[in-house]
């Protein structure tokens, strides 16, 4: 039986986006330089951000939060030897409609864990890491958690996840102030 349990988990669809993390990692890179003012010039830049709020045309001056963030991401797409391709048009990236809507971005380090079944009380969903920001989302029993990102905010996780709601669209992703490993029914990676 416990054999058999193992099997099944294994077969549960776990909420991760793409394998490799450069397309994430350049996408949140450039969204804290998009919330600066910064107006991109490359193709890839000008499909994926909105231009006619920019205001600026050099790397604009950043909080000290998101130079740390920008710094972190830097080290990461530098340890995965990351080359975006910015004459393209399009990044392989799942659910730019949600992340486009984040006040503050994670870190991915390409080092995936799952809590599968969660077994606790539903968890509220934030845009950012701090509970003024907006809820996008709940996390309820059942659903699976994915976390592949370190966050530069103590006490908050990015997470994407999967609900047990076959009629929600997967993966959702957003901001937890949740320790929630302890209740999960199992834990992959």
């Known amino acids: 039986m416990k054999y058999l349990s193992l099997l099944l988990i294994a077969l549960i669809p776990l909420p991760a986006f793409a394998d490799e993390p450069c397309a994430d990692l350049w996408w949140s890179r450039n969204h804290l330089f998009d919330q600066a003012g910064y107006c991109f ?11 006619g709020d920019c205001t600026t045309s050099t790397v604009p001056k950043l909080s000290p939060g998101a130079a740390n963030t920008v710094s972190a991401i830097r ?6 030897g990351c080359k975006i391709n910015t004459k393209a048009t399009y990044l392989d990236l799942d659910r730019l409609d949600l992340r486009r809507k984040l006040v503050d971005v994670a870190v991915n380090d390409g080092l995936e864990s799952s809590c599968l079944g969660y077994r606790g009380a539903d968890i509220a969903v934030f845009t950012g890491a701090s509970e003024q920001t907006a809820q996008i989302g709940r996390i309820r029993a059942g659903d699976t958690i994915g976390l592949a990102y370190y966050s530069m905010f103590e006490g908050w996780q ?9 009629s929600s669209p997967s993966p959702l992703l957003g901001w937890v ?13």
């Open 158 to 166: 990015f997470v994407s996840y999967g609900t047990a709601d076959t």
């Open 41 to 51: 010039a490359s193709p890839l830049g000008k499909s994926i951000f909105y231009n």
């Open 177 to 189: 102030n949740v320790d929630f490993w302890a209740q999960c029914e199992a834990v992959a990676g």
């Open 75 to 80: 080290e990461e797409e530098a340890r995965w």
